[in-house]
């Protein structure tokens, strides 16, 4: 990436040497609009890279005790109880495709929702999209929105040096440019410009669609299992609150690589609870802005969520009498 980043300053400033030849108003223009979006591609990629992944905290680890007697215990069954026991203290909602508590055999805790232990890190991660080779690091709660900015300025970086080269390859090839030294610079960065338009743009689309239905990568190829089963839209609230959830409330802050998501990776607002709230009569739009800092969707009371979870099967009728809502805000 960086030997591609070089090249790409190097040639553009070939580009903008003959521009200054001919008209210095223009090369102006290119120099300021240029650097102004090399700054913001550069920190995107660097806070996706360096922003480490958020892990549970220690309420999801299991206790000394209860892990030494699951540990211990042979019987499948029994271990369930024991995962059963401490979860209905914890905010999750989800479970295994076998409806079973989903633990992290190698981490040992109980997983939040959303959240995937990553072979290559070594450590479960909350709201985990994917691990990225190119930015050696993985893309979950804590960066998805600078990996989003990153794949956006690179577009933007694409477009700006495949428009700035075209006239000149045009002209290249038309005019008695053709035996300047820069013919060859010009014709590779226009195609390696073009090229990782192309791929980027496909990426970017992508990640784009599964922000509009609040899913992650993984979500997408293996829907979350919630108490009615899988729901590949269990999480989405619709377009915009699923946008506001990843780039926060603040429209100033969108374009740039601060941290302004919504949540704390932990708890998430699912349709499952807004369908709960329809039966009973709660409303659910109590919104308060986000300013750059962490905000929380809390859920409370937590032992009632995880009633309602990990309820049997003649408990799980939302509509036969169900007189406890849940009440999902964000607090600051």
Same mark, same amino acid.
């Not at 903008?16 to 223009?29: N, R, S, V």
């Not at 804590?142 to 577009?155: A, C, G, T």
């Given at each position: ?36 979006? /090399? ?35 042979e019987r499948p069954e029994v271990q369930q109880e024991i995962l059963k ?9 989800? %479970? ?25 890190? +070594?450590?479960?991660?909350?709201? %985990? ?50 035996? #300047? ?12 410009? #073009? ?18 239905? +609040? ?40 374009? /740039? ?16 609870? %807004? ?6 009569? #709660? ?34 009728d939302v509509s036969s009498g169900m007189k406890n809502h849940v009440t ?5």
């Amino acid at each position: 990436m960086w030997k591609i980043i070089r090249c790409g300053i190097l040639q553009i400033s070939r580009i903008f040497t003959i521009a200054a030849q001919e008209e210095e108003g223009k090369a102006a223009i290119y120099l300021v609009i240029f650097h102004l979006s /090399f700054v913001l591609f550069m920190w995107s990629y660097w806070k996706t890279i360096f922003t480490p992944p958020v892990c549970p905290s220690k309420e999801f680890f299991l206790s000394q005790s209860d892990e030494e007697h699951y540990e211990k215990e042979e019987r499948p069954e029994v271990q369930q109880e024991i995962l059963k026991r401490v979860a209905k203290e914890l905010p999750v909602y989800t %479970m295994t495709s076998t409806k079973l508590i989903r633990y992290c055999e190698k981490c040992q805790l109980i997983k939040p929702d959303r959240c995937h232990h990553c072979s290559v890190c +070594n450590k479960c991660v909350l709201k %985990m999209d994917h691990h990225c080779p190119w930015v050696n690091n993985c893309v979950g709660f804590s960066n998805y929105k600078y990996f989003l900015l990153f794949l956006f300025y690179s577009l933007v970086y694409c477009i700006l040096v495949t428009t700035t080269v075209l006239e000149y390859f045009i002209k290249f090839w038309t005019t008695n440019l053709r035996n #300047t030294r820069a013919q060859f610079h010009v014709l590779f960065l226009f195609f390696v410009a #073009t090229m990782f338009f192309i791929s980027i743009l496909s990426l970017f689309c992508y990640h784009l669609w599964l922000v509009g239905k +609040n899913r992650t990568t993984i979500e997408a190829f293996r829907a979350p299992v919630f108490l009615n089963g899988p729901d590949k839209n269990g999480f989405s609230l619709g377009w915009s609150k699923n946008w506001r959830q990843v780039f926060g409330d603040e429209k100033k802050y969108w374009l /740039f690589p601060i941290f302004t998501s919504l949540g704390d990776g932990v708890h998430f607002p699912t349709r499952l609870m %807004m369908d709960k709230e329809h039966v009973t009569g #709660t409303n659910h739009h109590e919104h308060t802005r986000s300013s750059g800092s962490t905000q929380n969707f809390s859920v409370g009371p937590l032992s009632e969520s995880k009633n309602f979870l990990l309820a049997t099967g003649s408990e799980q009728d939302v509509s036969s009498g169900m007189k406890n809502h849940v009440t999902v805000s964000i607090e600051s």
